[in-house]
């Protein structure tokens, strides 16, 4: 990606994250819809017919792990209330929509994840995996998008705008969480308000640093063979203090970031929602 390119992506970032605060109402034209439930948050974005953020919303939850759906009625819940508001904010209807679930995920976890979209009266039309949905926000044409949410760790690699390549691995932020409470002794929800605290990342960042190495080993190994000219860090983790640091330490290559990595691939989802 050249710089203007990740220019116009935090431009395009920086819009969605505005209208999540004050979205676009009494909405005219049809809508597109993007839902990520994340093992950290359920994020819900909206785009209009040409890609521009209109509106959004997020919930921090614990109903997906490791990629899977977890707490069904939980899930289903969140989304048709954030679902519900947005509709009536926007004074229109929400009627289709896109998901997305790490690389490699069954039919059958699959399907539960459309089914709980499905629950807020929206028919998905698209499901597509994580670090894809990414590369459609960050323009990538060839190199290798890596989506560390709470729960997994998904890499896509790109040549000439399509995908060739996939994986998934159980790790990412939560595992920074778990190590945190095991430090300190602390509840899980206390370790994650810990983790999520900026001004305690730079003492924690000595604690969960291992799990980062780790994740740049994952995401090595699944590099091994492929002439990958940048990789690209999206997802909630890299929002930690120093873990965009450790990677490009870690890696061969050159890695880029977006200003707002969690915010990447729900809005990568809205726009993997076909127009029409």
């Known amino acids: 990606m050249i710089k203007g390119q990740l220019e116009r992506a935090n431009e395009l970032i920086a819009t969605f994250k505005s209208r999540m605060d004050e979205p676009l109402k009494a909405w005219q034209g049809r809508l597109r819809v993007g839902v990520d439930l994340g093992t950290a948050n359920?994020?819900?974005?909206?785009?209009?017919?040409?890609?521009?953020?209109?509106?959004?919303?997020?919930k921090?939850?614990?109903?997906?792990r490791d990629g899977l759906v977890v707490d069904y009625v939980g899930a289903v819940n969140i989304v048709r209330r954030l679902v519900e508001n947005l509709r009536s904010t926007l004074g229109t209807e929400l009627l289709t929509?896109?998901?997305?679930?790490?690389?490699?995920?069954?039919?059958?976890?699959?399907r539960a994840t459309r089914?709980?979209?499905e629950s807020a009266e929206l028919q998905v039309v698209n499901v597509v995996d994580e670090p894809t949905a990414a590369s459609a926000v960050l323009g990538v044409r060839d190199g290798a998008v890596v989506d560390v949410g709470g729960g997994t760790t998904g890499i896509s690699i790109l040549k000439e705008g399509e995908v060739v390549y996939t994986a998934d691995e159980p790790t990412g932020g939560t595992h920074f969480t778990l190590v945190i409470s095991g430090h300190y002794g602390l509840p899980?929800?206390?370790?994650?308000?810990?983790?999520?605290?900026?001004?305690?990342?730079?003492?924690?960042l000595p604690l969960v640093r291992p799990v980062m190495e780790k994740v740049a080993a994952i995401?090595?190994?699944?590099?091994?063979?492929?002439?990958?000219?940048?990789?690209?860090?999206?997802?909630g983790a890299f929002s930690f203090h120093g873990f965009v640091d450790v990677m490009q330490r870690?890696?061969?290559?050159?890695?880029l970031c977006p200003a707002e990595p969690l915010l990447v691939t729900p809005l990568g989802i809205a726009l993997c929602c076909p127009a029409g």
């Open 250 to 255: 870690q890696l061969d290559v050159p890695v």
């Open 42 to 58: 359920v994020v819900v974005a909206v785009v209009d017919e040409t890609g521009q953020p209109v509106a959004g919303a997020l």
């Open 97 to 110: 929509a896109a998901t997305a679930v790490p690389p490699g995920t069954g039919d059958r976890d699959s």
């Open 60 to 64: 921090p939850a614990q109903v997906v």
């Open 115 to 117: 089914y709980v979209v």
């Open 219 to 235: 995401v090595r190994r699944h590099l091994e063979g492929w002439d990958v000219p940048t990789v690209y860090l999206v997802g």
């Open 188 to 204: 899980f929800s206390e370790a994650e308000a810990m983790k999520l605290d900026p001004g305690r990342q730079p003492e924690l």
